[in-house]
């Protein structure tokens, strides 16, 4: 994979809304040339939001991408080879976004050698490397295969803890439907002793009855009342005298012993109406009375018929008598205690039903936490069963003469089994009167045995059948992981003390210190001291140091962070042809020796990788690069300035001197009739400044201070000690004259001085320049440098009126052909 473009760079530090407009895509080879404060830093790290995590953590990635975004909907984008796309902030699941790439920057100077304050370098990632040590070679095949079960273990360890991290949280959202402000609290793996002995169905009913407690639990006095309730609902079962009713049905009162008063008595009620019987009824009880009085009066008639009675009237009035003074009363006292027997049964079923009902209601609030269900029963066909039988006991109260033939075992039965249901229900209403007095707890009791099932639930649910024994695999598996753990201790351990021995990093790292043209020092590592690891030897002392900050000039600092990334990168990358190589600024400090050994060294070890991208400030070191990769199908140039990526310009061809590409940007800004004043405040008072500093530097072949050979001379130094302002010609271009020339430098280097890096995070309202300000020292510089020397001046306009032209008729022969 290579990069090919930048697609998008939105609202990141100095970057806008970028996009590409360049006239080539990156190759393998890409030269960036940018001045102090144009986004060098940022770009070289938006690399680093797509390399792979072990050269830069996610984490990391992270925190990066807050510090330079600037708002929330920055984002960056790349184009790769084969139409691939890189994204971050990412979108998906971001796996292709690690890439093998390196890159050296300040961030990366922070977090492996010197963050500042200490010198700490990060040992190499010996992981991902083959090393030419036998004994380390064998060491990190052994630990590679021990990280690679462990990992095995963790991974398959890690689905049973995600699968115990799921089944909590679906059993917290079932307990949250009870107490909606509660968790269950399941904190760790449960271990095998754990494991419930009850099944899931017990415990899930166990659950759903101690919610209902808990249910009933907070209203104490609801619970009692219906308690009471209950106590007052009663059954009664049915007692009927069925052998009594038997006989009663079947016996007459019709007098056995006077046929003759039988015949007539059925032969007169077979007169009548049947609704009269009740009437004639009465004659029976008063009938000995009548023939009492018809034998004393001698009239021995029958009332009735008239018939002669003197040879039977004696005898017809003894039986008469007998029967109707004893039999009959009998016969009627046994109609009313049928009568109230039935009366009794049939208040019975009325008020039964009325009980079950009531219990009906109690039993289904209360039906979760019943073992035992409401017997399914019917209490209510057996009142018109009752009714039948009242209606042939008054039947036969208005006629004692009837005989009723009714068979009575249906409706015997009925009553039995109907005295069944009803004990059924008694017993049902003590067991739930029970379960309610045993059911009185407090609320937190109960939540806590709520807890403690689901907690067992949660358990059971995770170990699944007995045949997957979950619980047990996972404990053994943490067995393995520590075995694993114990042993990369030990095979760690004699790596360590085998690299301790051949010190790679400091071997590797004073290698290339040498290669870099650093020789009078070298460094070694304290590995007993992980909080300033550096030690470092001048060769002429025996004096080992320990503090970096205090020991290396900041040369020395940039080339000991350059060579420790030489040695990591070419340490840690086995695969060449598919890594990226990303460096920004290496040489700050340096001497222009060092600058091309520099310069020849990244040539000569990156020259084989996917893709090398350089970034800097300085041309000279640009210029010493340039000619090394001198294929120009794998080389790009390009200009990065102000959050902007373009080709180089040819003021800049070659990477020579910024002068005039500086002064290019001023006469455009100059000849604009509506130039951009807030683009040009970020840039153009510095150029002005270092353009006069150019200009001057030359005119008077003076490069340095006086008081200071290292210093290069500055607008103020020409100003105050080296223009002689009374010598110069009596002359004036545009509005500069020998009279205000000073004053108008002055006036340019006050303005111009507080943008000396170029960066706007300087600026104060104190220094702030209005447009007019800016416009006028832009034309004032123009003429400063015609009234100086008007043959440069001319020449240089020329220069950059033929560059604009050749690059018109290259554009014209693009487009022509």
């Known amino acids: ?11 990141l530090s100095i970057f806008d809304n970028f996009s590409w407009n360049c006239s080539e895509d990156f190759r393998k080879y890409n030269l960036i040339f940018g001045f102090n404060g144009s986004g060098k830093s940022t770009l070289s790290n938006l690399f680093n939001l797509i390399a792979k995590n072990q050269n830069f953590p996610s984490e990391k990635k992270q925190d990066l991408f807050d510090d330079l975004k600037c708002s929330d909907d920055a984002k960056v984008k790349f184009l790769c080879t084969d139409k691939e796309t890189l994204l971050y902030p ?7 976004n690690n890439k093998s790439i390196y890159v050296f920057n300040s961030n990366f100077v922070a977090d492996h050698v010197f963050d500042g304050r200490k010198g700490k370098i990060q040992k190499f990632n010996v992981a991902e490397t083959v090393l030419e040590d036998p004994e380390i070679v064998e060491l990190n095949e052994i630990i590679e295969k021990k990280e690679l079960d462990k990992g095995k273990s963790e991974s398959e360890q890690e689905e049973y803890k995600s699968s115990f991290e799921a089944i909590k949280q679906q059993f917290n959202k079932k307990f949250r439907e009870t107490f909606p402000s509660g968790n269950l609290r399941n904190p760790n793996f449960p ?53 009594s009713l038997k006989t009663l049905l079947n016996t007459t009162a019709r007098e056995k012993a006077v046929t003759t008063l039988k015949s007539k008595i059925e032969t007169f009620q077979a007169k009548v109406n049947e609704e009269d019987i009740s009437k004639i009824e009465p004659w029976y009880r008063f009938g000995k009375l009548l023939l009492e009085k018809s034998n004393q009066t001698d009239e021995t008639t029958c009332p009735l018929c008239n018939s002669n009675l003197n040879n039977t009237i004696i005898d017809l009035i003894k039986e008469f008598g007998e029967y109707f003074d004893s039999s009959y009363e009998e016969f009627k006292q046994n109609i009313a205690d049928h009568t109230r027997q039935l009366a009794t049964a049939q208040n019975f079923c009325t008020a039964n039903k009325d009980s079950k009902t009531t219990l009906q209601q109690e039993a289904t609030k209360y039906n979760a936490m019943l073992e035992n269900k409401m017997p399914d029963v019917r209490i209510d066909g057996l009142t018109s069963q009752i009714k039948t039988l009242t209606d042939l006991v008054d039947d036969k109260g208005n006629n004692s003469s009837k005989i009723i033939d009714f068979e009575l075992t249906n409706i015997q039965s009925a009553i039995e089994n109907y005295n069944e249901d009803i004990k059924k229900l008694t017993d049902f209403k003590d067991e739930l ?8 707890k407090s609320p937190e009791t109960l939540e806590t ?62 290698e290339y210190l040498e290669k870099l043209g650093i020789n009078h020092f070298t460094i070694d590592l ?29 040369g020395e600092k940039t080339a000991l962070a350059f060579a420790y990334f030489l040695s990591k990168v070419t340490t840690e990358v086995k695969d060449k042809g598919n890594t990226i190589i990303v460096i920004d600024d290496p040489i700050s400090s340096l001497d222009d020796n060092r600058l091309y050994q520099t310069a020849y060294l990244i040539h000569k070890e990156f020259k084989d990788y996917r893709q090398l991208f350089i970034l800097s400030h300085n041309l000279l070191f640009m210029k010493f690069l340039n000619p090394n990769f001198r294929v120009k199908t794998s080389k790009s140039c390009y200009l ?44 153009l008072p ?37 223009i002689d302002f009374e010598t110069l010609p009596d002359t004036s271009v545009g509005k500069i004259s020998k009279d205000n020339i000073q004053d108008k430098l002055s006036n340019i280097n006050k303005l111009c001085d507080g943008f000396s890096h170029g960066n706007t995070q300087h600026l104060d309202e104190s220094n702030f320049i209005t447009d007019d300000a800016l416009r006028n020292i832009a034309l004032e510089t123009i003429d400063i440098i015609e009234y100086f020397d008007g043959f440069h001046s001319t020449n240089l306009k020329k220069l950059i009126t033929k560059q604009t032209e050749d690059d018109n008729v290259e554009v014209a022969i693009t487009a022509a052909g």
């Open 640 to 683: 990065i300035n102000r959050g902007c990526i373009s080709d180089l310009p040819k003021s800049l061809q070659n990477f020579q001197s910024p002068y005039f590409y500086m002064l290019e940007s001023l006469l455009e800004f100059s000849s604009d009739e509506t130039p951009n004043y807030e683009e040009a405040r970020k840039y």
């Open 526 to 554: 304290n590995e007993e001291d992980d909080n300033e690891n550096i030690l470092i030897k001048y060769n002429n002392s025996e004096k080992i140091r320990k503090r970096l900050r205090n020991t290396l000039s900041d």
């Open 90 to 96: 990412l979108t998906g699941d971001g796996h292709n």
């Open 1 to 11: 994979m290579s990069i090919l473009k930048f697609i998008e760079i939105k609202k």
């Open 433 to 440: 009167i029970s379960t309610l007095q045993a059911r009185r």
């Open 686 to 722: 510095n150029y002005i400044r270092r353009i006069l500093e150019t200009f001057f530097s030359f005119k008077y072949a003076q490069l340095t201070t006086k008081s200071n050979a290292n210093q290069s001379a500055g607008l103020e130094y020409f100003i105050s000690d080296i």
């Open 449 to 510: 045995d709520i807890r403690r099932l689901y907690s067992k639930l949660i358990i059971l649910e995770l170990n699944g059948h007995e045949d997957k024994n979950n619980v047990k695999k996972y404990h053994e598996l943490s067995s393995q992981i520590a075995t694993y753990n114990n042993e990369l201790i030990q095979h760690s351990t004699a790596k360590m003390q085998r690299l301790r021995a051949l010190k790679l990093e400091a071997k590797k790292v004073g």
């Open 191 to 243: 271990d095998v002793q754990s494991i419930p002995t009850e099944n899931k169905s017990d415990l899930e009913l166990a659950i759903r009855q101690k919610i209902s407690e808990y249910q009933i639990s907070k209203d104490q006095a609801a619970l009692i009342a219906d308690i009471e309730k209950l106590g007052n609902v009663s059954f009664s079962q049915i007692s009927l005298d069925f052998p």
